[in-house]
């Protein structure tokens, strides 16, 4: 018998926030996301497994993790995490 078990992350919440990109420069273009990670087992989630966040510029695409983001950004995204519910 086969068992295929892995994780996946699904976006679970959005939000736009105000400044610049760091990368072309364009003003009020950054969202901040939020990705639930689920273990699953044949391709079924079923255990949710921690929540991760990004900054992503709309405009050129690049992304800045959440290590890297500044303490007020972080803040943001704190907020935006507790306010994401996981699917079930």
């Given at each position: ?16 926030v105000?400044g610049?990109c ?5 003003t ?5 996301e939020?990705?639930?990670?689920y ?11 921690g929540?991760?966040?990004q ?34």
């Amino acid at each position: 018998m086969i068992i295929i078990f892995g994780s996946k992350s699904r976006r679970t919440g959005s939000a736009a926030v105000s400044g610049y990109c760091w990368n072309c420069h364009s003003t009020d273009t950054l969202q901040l996301e939020v990705y639930q990670n689920y273990a699953h087992i044949l391709y079924i989630p079923l255990v949710p497994a921690g929540k991760d966040g990004q900054l992503v510029c709309l405009s050129c695409q690049k992304v800045k993790a959440e290590r890297d983001l500044s303490d007020d950004m972080k803040e943001q995204l704190t907020e935006l995490k507790h306010r994401s519910k996981a699917p079930l």
